[in-house]
């Protein structure tokens, strides 16, 4: 039995020894694996083209351009009823042509008298300063022996600035006092054109090299306020308003307060364009002026007076200087459709000087009252 186990030890031997011998020869042969080689950044693989977008430009946004407001520079008022001449002679119609075309007349018998008298009260003068007028003419005429067109011209025109009182103050109190402003109350009806007026006495004022704050108290019409705001800007005034139906006084008050502030030459407030046969409205009149007084004195208070109302712009007149101690007269609408001879009524029967007067509706259509270029202008000689 140890004899096969030995046998089985000694065969299990040789065949291992067999097999070593037949394996390493190849193992001799057989080349060395190589080291792996260090991994390459990857090779970007080249794509197609794609095609390129257009391009799109954003748009441009301009911000908007605010303009600032163009300031007007108002013409300069002296000489200025010179150059609105032409507008004024148109009344020659009533009134200038008239009375040359009789006084021209070879006979000036008392018909002719009678018909200059007539002219005369035709043209708003009134029936007292028409006799006056014609009994100083028709004596002058007697007494010097005159009865040429040019002499009688002459004559008519001494007569007619003579009933114009030209010795009267016309200056526009608006020059500043006492370290405060000058305080411009503008009265007038309903249709004068009391508010346009107002903007116009204000570019009056600024041309004349005045600072002004406008008071916008006519707070029962609805758009008086902005149409004194619109006439303020043009000339770069200031103005103080409240809300519609504000108390007139009250916007009066602050008007003055903030031209005192402000340090301005002219405060000028535009009061309610009231009737005169409203007792109550009127009597509010007289408190806008009370209660600016505060302040101090008035200064100036301006009836705007329509030239085409004729008498019964006198009636106005007389009412609210009753009120308000109306000081100076502006005549408006004293152009082609109006009777010239209204000047000398107020003058006459009132004794309030005519200071300004409107000859047309342009903005700088309102000049300063001179007696003797006014008188010429209607007569049509050359200015």
């Not at 002296?78 to 004024?88: F, H, I, Q, S, T």
């Not at 009391?194 to 041309?207: D, E, N, S």
């Not at 200031?238 to 108390?247: I, K, L, Q, S, Y």
């Not at 700088?364 to 008188?375: E, I, K, R, S």
Request: glycine share 10%.
């Amino acid at each position: 039995m140890r004899s096969y186990v030995i046998a089985f030890v000694v065969l299990a031997a040789v065949l291992l020894v067999a097999a070593v011998a037949l394996l390493a020869p190849r193992l001799r042969r057989r080349p060395p694996e190589p080291a792996p080689p260090p991994e390459a950044a990857p090779t970007p693989v080249a794509q197609p083209a794609e095609a390129e977008a257009p391009m799109i430009e954003a748009p441009v946004i301009e911000a908007p351009v605010i303009e600032a407001p163009v300031i007007e520079r108002p013409e300069p008022t002296a000489g200025r009823l010179v150059r609105l001449r032409a507008r004024l002679a148109r009344s020659q119609n009533v009134f200038g042509k008239g009375l040359l075309a009789l006084l021209a007349r070879d006979k000036l018998d008392d018909e002719t008298w009678d018909e200059v008298e007539e002219t005369l009260i035709t043209a708003d003068v009134g029936v007292a300063a028409t006799r006056a007028i014609v009994d100083r003419l028709r004596e002058r005429a007697k007494v010097m022996g005159t009865d040429s067109a040019a002499g009688l011209r002459q004559m008519l025109t001494d007569e007619l600035v003579d009933a114009l009182d030209p010795d009267l103050d016309r200056t526009v109190a608006a020059t500043p006092h006492d370290g405060r402003p000058a305080v411009v109350l503008v009265v007038g009806v309903n249709g004068s054109g009391k508010t346009t007026t107002c903007g116009k006495i204000a570019r009056v004022l600024i041309a004349d090299g005045h600072t002004v704050v406008l008071g916008a108290a006519d707070t029962f019409r609805a758009a008086a306020a902005d149409q004194l705001a619109t006439w303020a800007g043009r000339v770069g005034a200031e103005v103080v308003r409240g809300p519609e139906g504000a108390d007139p006084a009250s916007v009066a008050f602050e008007a003055v307060k903030r031209g005192i502030h402000a340090g301005v030459d002219s405060v000028l407030v535009d009061t309610a364009g009231r009737l005169q046969n409203k007792v109550g409205l009127m009597d509010e009149l007289g408190k806008v002026k009370r209660v600016v007084e505060k302040h101090g004195p008035v200064d100036e208070t301006l009836l705007v007076l329509d030239a085409t109302t004729g008498q019964n712009g006198l009636e106005q007149a007389r009412v609210f200087t009753e009120v308000v101690n109306v000081t100076g007269v502006v005549l408006t609408k004293l152009d082609g459709t109006a009777k010239g001879g209204i000047v000398i009524a107020v003058q006459r029967q009132l004794g309030i000087p005519v200071k300004l007067v409107g000859l047309g509706e342009g903005p700088d259509d309102l000049a300063p009252f001179d007696p003797a270029q006014f008188v010429d202008a209607l007569l049509g000689g050359d200015a």
